[in-house]
């Protein structure tokens, strides 16, 4: 291994990388966005669910339970209907989430020590949101449903006893905010598609330009050409890493709770197996959009729907939860989010980190064994 | 005298298409060894398997002594390749796509800039050393081509077409710095297909259709294989040419500039007045007839005519 063919090699790569706009987008510009859109953008967390109500009774009880709803701060009243057609109007307008129906006997067989039914039309368009929203109302209708129980028992001089009282406590993100568990999987998303972009066009493009005819016929041995090609993209994914750890720090308060160290190994891991694939792909293409969209589809795609990323891998037909093993990001994402969330050691992480050290030697083995002076 | 390349039996097929078919040679150290012929006549991938960018199909090549494809890594340091297309950097100055080999080659970096510096002189590339590849026209590109290609002093140097798309100026300089570089001592491996640039060479070999089809000095050249050559100037040609088309003693009638070029059968003492008889003959106008030393452009072009397509590989074997 010769030093001075392989650093030439990089400061050669380092140069294309400056002078190509769509490597400084890819460098600077794609981390940026994707920050800003998944931190933001994408946010499980529902506060003012616009609601509309339709009160038959018009008691100071129905009025009272929807105060307490609006006082949650979960809850806007958007609407109060008076005609039996609107809620369906209202609802296909996307005007509200859901529509609260108070019958009108609510008080009077509650009076009587009688269950009363209370009406939730939920718009189920978008399953997520509706399921989130669900819970919310059940709990804010328990709550007051409590409320009236205890009020009723105090009258009748009697105090609240027996009973299940359930309080529920959130480990690790306690008020669960949602962005603490997507600022980690955007690290794991954005070292992919960095790495993978980047790299999987390195050696097809040269190519396409003629220029691998001089590094063949030149005296730079194939790990020097390829170490020296990768040198660059390490850097600059790592310095991407710190970025979006610094960003989830400065912008969304996201700090790991972890050991720094482990997950700063950990990131390195999975982006040299990253870059890996993206040389790999790189080496046996023939132009370079083809590399870039196979690269794509072979890291990208898994990464997002796969490795529990946005879907949680419990919920998924059993062949995708074997096959999610087999992708670095499923390792890579339960690492970071544990170290992020609960400050987990490697006494426990163990087995994942061993699983992305065995995907990195794998994969770097593999595009290197791939990578020839041949044209 | 070592050998600096040796190729015995050497074939290239590609798929069902022969490039370079059974081909053997040598070429001495210090030599400027001239590969002639047309485009597609199999000299680029000759090239390219000596420079272990190709592997062979069968037969031997040897540079220095080593195999070319099972010691490739051994001959790189060795040699300096100038490939046909360009291949160095679009997106670098020249400076730095020189810097680029001098750390491919391990130049020290004191030597390196020395060397470009002498060789931004002998090329002229003082004025563009800060400018993006990009924007060189063809013949710059080439000075860039050929200053890294000897940037590491190889004491055997292939040339692919170095002069192919420059101008006149660029060529004859090209041809300086050939001779200079042959007269330190290093072996020069040309390829053309401007037969004039043979002239400079010390020994040249001649394909045609992937076949090795001579070999010799230039004097050789013009002296073996076209052995007596008139030259017949006259306005209108036309008639000249259709005249001596028919004459049984006539081998080959081509045009040349704007006179005609006849090679004649045997050498004939007396062919410049056989000539002249037969024009007189067939009362064709003249100015005159006169014996001249075949150009190399004349003896390829009678060669080449002896050598017809062969219509399978191997069929006329």
């Not at chain 1, 209708?141 to 009282?165: I, M, N, P, T, V």
């Not at chain 1, 962005?179 to 954005?190: C, E, H, K, Q, T």
């Not at chain 1, 132009?287 to 990323?309: D, E, K």
């Not at chain 2, 510096?117 to 710059?140: F, H, I, N, Q, Y």
Request: overall charge neutral; some cysteine.
């Amino acid at each position: 291994m010769n030093y001075r063919r392989l650093l030439a090699v990089a400061r050669t790569e380092s140069i294309h990388n400056l002078r190509d706009v769509r490597s400084l987008f890819v460098i600077v510009v794609l981390p940026v966005v994707l920050l800003l859109l998944y931190g933001y953008g994408i946010n499980y967390d529902l506060r003012n669910v616009p609601f509309a109500v339709q009160d038959l009774e018009r008691t100071e009880l129905s009025r009272s339970l929807i105060q307490h709803l609006v006082s949650s701060g979960y809850f806007q009243l958007r609407q109060v209907i008076h005609d039996q057609r609107q809620i369906a109007e209202s609802l296909d307008r996307a005007a509200v989430v859901f529509v609260l129906v108070i019958p009108p006997d609510m008080g009077r067989r509650l009076g009587a020590g009688r269950p009363a039914k209370v009406q939730v039309l939920v718009d189920g368009a978008d399953t997520t949101r509706a399921s989130v929203a669900v819970g919310y109302i059940e709990g804010a209708l328990l709550a007051f449903s409590g409320k009236l129980g205890a009020e009723y028992l105090a009258r009748q001089g009697l105090s609240a006893a027996g009973g299940l009282d359930v309080r529920p406590v959130v480990l690790y993100n306690a008020d669960l905010k949602s962005v603490r568990f997507i600022v980690p999987g955007l690290m794991a998303i954005l070292l992919t598609l960095l790495s993978g972009l980047l790299t999987s066009t390195c050696i097809v493009r040269e190519r396409e330009w003629g220029s691998f005819e001089t590094l063949v016929t030149s005296p730079a041995l194939p790990p020097e050409i390829l170490i020296g090609k990768i040198l660059p993209y390490v850097v600059i994914a790592f310095a991407d890493t710190l970025l979006s750890i610094g960003a989830g720090a400065l912008i969304f308060g996201v700090v790991p709770v972890g050991s720094r160290l482990l997950l700063l190994f950990t990131s390195f891991l999975y982006l040299l197996a990253s870059l890996a694939i993206g040389i790999f792909f790189s080496t046996i293409m023939r132009t370079q959009r083809l590399a870039i969209l196979t690269t794509t589809l072979v890291t990208l795609v898994p990464t997002i729907q796969l490795s529990g990323f946005a879907f949680p891998i419990r919920s998924q037909p059993l062949v995708l939860q074997v096959i999610s093993n087999f992708i670095p990001a499923t390792h890579y994402l339960i690492i970071i989010r544990s170290l992020y969330l609960k400050g987990a050691d490697l006494l426990v992480l163990w087995p994942r980190v061993l699983a992305l050290l065995v995907f990195t030697v794998v994969l770097v083995t593999v595009a290197a064994r791939r990578f020839r002076k041949q044209l | 005298m070592d050998l600096a390349v040796e190729v015995e039996n050497l074939t290239k097929r590609f798929g069902d298409f022969v490039a370079v078919n059974e081909v053997s040679f040598s070429v001495a150290e210090g030599e400027v060894f001239g590969f002639l012929g047309p485009n597609g006549s199999g000299k680029s991938t000759t090239i390219r398997i000596l420079c272990g960018l190709l592997s062979p199909s069968s037969g031997h090549a040897r540079v220095a002594g080593l195999d070319v494809w099972r010691d490739a890594e051994r001959i790189r340091q060795r040699i300096g390749y100038m490939p046909q297309f360009f291949s160095l950097y679009d997106d670098l100055t020249v400076a730095e796509n020189i810097e680029f080999y001098a750390g491919l080659y391990q130049v020290p970096p004191a030597l390196a800039l020395a060397r470009q510096s002498e060789l931004a002189e002998v090329l002229e590339l003082g004025p563009v050393l800060d400018r993006l590849a990009r924007t060189l026209s063809t013949g710059w590109r080439q000075r860039l081509a050929l200053a890294t290609s000897i940037l590491h002093r190889p004491p055997l140097l292939f040339l692919d077409e170095p002069t192919s798309g420059v101008d006149p100026l660029t060529r004859r300089l090209f041809w300086e710095v050939i001779g200079d570089l042959a007269h330190e001592g290093i072996t020069v491996f040309v390829t053309t297909h401007v037969m004039d640039e043979a002239e400079h060479c010390t020994r040249l070999a001649m394909m045609h259709y992937g076949r090795l089809i001579a070999e010799g000095t230039p004097e050789e050249m013009r002296t073996e294989h076209v052995q007596t050559m008139v030259e017949v100037q006259a306005h209108p040609i036309w008639p000249v040419l259709q005249a001596l088309e028919k004459a049984p003693e006539v081998v080959e009638v081509a045009l040349f500039g704007d006179a005609v070029h006849a090679e004649l059968r045997c050498d004939l003492n007396d062919a410049e007045a056989r000539v002249e008889r037969k024009l007189q003959t067939a009362g064709v106008a003249y100015e005159r007839v006169v014996a001249v030393t075949p150009s190399m452009e004349d003896v390829f072009v009678s060669l080449a005519r002896r050598w017809e397509r062969p219509t399978a590989a191997g069929a006329d074997r």
